[in-house]
């Protein structure tokens, strides 16, 4: 067989950029997907590029049309695709009530329809193959919600109810649907951290408006303790695409901090689960 055609997004920085340089060292075709190639991200681009194994291609997950020829194109060149990672994201912090409609409605089109358009045109393929393997990158906090993150952990409650459906739906076709549940880790995503766009609201919370700095104080002081490293997001990944086709868990944790936490959530609502589908006549969806 070929070696594996795997479509990687947001390979600017942080997850993906490190994702794309270990799937290109294991012998992978990847292709690696970022916005402003020939601009903001030109030097990234040249970087991969460089690379053996890598082709890099400019792609904004929030342009349907664009999103689409991508992907068709690459179909047409390998003739395949075995792995699809959507990674692309932005982080946002602050109150809740800051955000506006616009803000939210942002937010969601890169988060959450920027995954759902990449699946949508890989599917068909994965789907003809009779094999594939779609890997969403969550969060820990797409299980919980902590306080001042609340909108950026709504799309990820909401990549997360996607996934776990499309998960059953495309088993039995060949196709395995994963998430990716990393906590944090010190990646360029904490430099660019979006907020609200009505910060006059601040005023109304007192001190409660300080608790998000407070937070960023706290995540360096856990960064500088416990030294959590990007690479075990990349590995899991690697892992995921070398485990047999439907044996692939639904959800992977790589969290050193709060791992645990979200691991005992994640086998609890699944026995839960299992029994929910069995109720309603989806039992065989578990097999």
């Not at 075995?82 to 109150?95: E, I, P, T």
């Not at 010190?186 to 001190?207: C, L, R």
């Not at 944790?253 to 609502?269: H, Q």
Request: charge should be negative; proline fraction near 4%.
């Amino acid at each position: 067989m070929s070696k594996k055609v795997v479509f990687i997004t947001g390979t600017n920085s942080g997850f993906g950029y490190l994702t794309a340089k270990g799937a290109a060292e294991r012998g992978y075709t990847v292709y690696a997907a970022m916005r402003n190639t020939t601009t903001k991200n030109a030097e990234k681009a040249q970087e991969l590029s460089g690379i053996d194994n890598i082709k890099v291609v400019d792609l904004d997950v929030t342009n349907s049309e664009q999103v689409k020829s991508v992907l068709e194109g690459v179909i047409r060149d390998e003739g395949r695709l075995d792995v699809l990672v959507n990674n692309a994201g932005y982080f946002g912090g602050g109150l809740a009530e800051t955000y506006t409609e616009q803000d939210l409605e942002n937010m969601f089109d890169v988060n959450l329809k920027g995954p759902w358009r990449t699946i949508k045109s890989a599917l068909p393929q994965m789907r003809n193959q009779g094999d594939g393997l779609i890997i969403n990158i969550s969060s820990s906090l797409g299980r919980f919600s902590a306080p001042f993150m609340t909108v950026y952990n709504s799309t990820k409650f909401a990549l997360e109810g996607l996934t776990e459906g499309l998960h059953y739906e495309v088993k039995s076709l060949g196709v395995d649907a994963v998430i990716v549940q990393p906590g944090a880790f010190p990646t360029e995503i904490f430099h660019k951290v979006a907020t609200g766009s009505d910060q006059d609201v601040n005023a109304g919370y007192g001190e409660i408006a300080n608790v998000p700095e407070q937070v960023n104080q706290g995540m360096g002081q856990l960064f500088e303790s416990l030294k959590p490293n990007p690479q075990m997001v990349p590995d899991a990944i690697f892992s995921l695409i070398d485990t047999p086709k439907g044996k692939r868990p639904l959800r992977t944790v790589v969290d050193v901090a709060t791992g645990n936490f979200v691991e005992s959530a994640n086998a609890n609502v699944k026995e839960d689960y299992n029994n929910f589908l069995t109720a309603f006549g989806m039992a065989e969806m578990l097999n």
